[in-house]
Every structure is written in structure tokens, then in C-alpha cells.
């Protein structure tokens, strides 16, 4: 089992530019959230995906929306990039009742 | 709300010292509490995890005790090693919404 994995590992944007993040949850998991941990903070949770639908949002703009697929991969996106947006995105999948696992992470620069 | 409040750091102890990580919570439902480690340039993994009041979570020598009357889970470790170096999270979940509240985190350096 490869757990959840993301890519890519590192990515460098510039202001104004958009970004896709991908997710892949690990092995029978149907529920896929995102979080932005800036540098020296915890990880402060973006949306959250179930069935291919939002179910859940933190306090972030209409500039990041997300995407999950019939096979439960899902996808970040962020548009008009902001230095501020620079972070380490983390992905983290679970199922009904069990635990949510967290993926390496997407480490954003936007310059 | 919902929110965690965990000591601020650096942390920094020398090999086979006794560890604690004080963290608070307020919540407006009953959570489960968490603890996660995080080493330099990884993501999150689970250190260990407590459901409901007065149960004890435990793992690689670290415990942490889920106490309702002080909302608190304090993290405690007996012997730190060099290898406990990492950045510590304190967080609680919500059951039923499975979203996570990370406190800002408490870095640890063990010296030799």
C-alpha cells in the first residue's frame, strides 16, 4: 500500500499565476482533505471532498477550489497567486470511521 | 469555536531528559485529540490519539491524557532521544466531521 501520495514535490509559481496540486488517497479511502501549513504554523484546513462533492470548507477564497474524481484522486486548485499562497499543501485521505493519514506534501514557492 | 493552543517553542533538552508539550483545546462538540510529529521536510504522521476523557494515548515511549475538566492533553515523553527531534502538533477532530484544528506547533531539539 503506498499511502497517500502528492505531487509534485516542489513547485515555484509566480504572483498572479495558477497551480494544480494532485492527491491520490490511500487504498480505500473515499475522503480527501486539504490543508496550508505556512512556515513555522499547523496546518490550517482548506475544503474537505466526499463523493466528488465539497462537503466541507475552511475560511479560504474562491481562489482555491478543488476536484475529486470517480476514483477518489483529487486535485487543489489555486488561482491569481499570491506570495502569501506560499506554503506547504498537505493532502490527507480516510474513510467512515477510521483515521485520516496525511500525504509528504506539495511545497509551493510563489515568487 | 474550535482551536488548540500548545506551548511555543523551541523546546530544547539534552539526551535522556523528561518531555512535556503542554496543549489546551476549547471545543464546541466532543472531540478526539491528537498528537502528530513532524521531521524536517516530511508531512504528518500520527504519534499518538485519545477518543474520549481519561483515556491515555501511547506510543514510542510518548503518552498523552485526554482530561476534560482541565481541556488538556499534555504530551510527555521520560527519556528523549535525539531522534524525537522534530516539530510536535497538538490537534482535535470533531467526530463526524473528520476536520482537523492543528495548534502552531512545538519544535524539539535533543542534544546529545
Known sequence: DAGVTQSPTHLIKTRGQQVTLRCS????????????????QGPQFIFQYYEEEERQRGNFPDRFSGHQFPNYSSELNVNALLLGDSALYLCASSSVMNEQYFGPGTRLTVT | GNSVTQMEG??????????????????????????Y??????????????????????????????????????LEKGSVQVSDSAVY???LMIYNFNKFYFGSGTKLNVKP
Open chain 1, 25 to 40: 488517497p490511500k487504498s480505500g479511502h473515499d475522503t480527501v482533505s486539504w490543508y496550508q501549513q505556512a512556515l513555522g
Open chain 2, 10 to 35: 523551541p523546546v530544547t533538552l539534552s539526551e535522556e531528559a523528561f518531555l512535556t508539550i503542554n496543549c489546551t483545546y476549547t471545543a464546541t462538540g466532543y472531540p478526539s485529540l491528537f498528537w
Open chain 2, 37 to 74: 510529529v513532524q521531521y524536517p521536510g516530511e508531512g504528518l504522521q500520527l504519534l499518538l490519539k485519545a477518543t474520549k476523557a481519561d483515556d491515555k494515548g501511547s506510543n514510542k515511549g510518548f503518552e498523552a491524557t485526554y482530561r476534560k475538566e482541565t481541556t488538556s492533553f499534555h
Open chain 2, 89 to 91: 502538533f497538538c490537534a
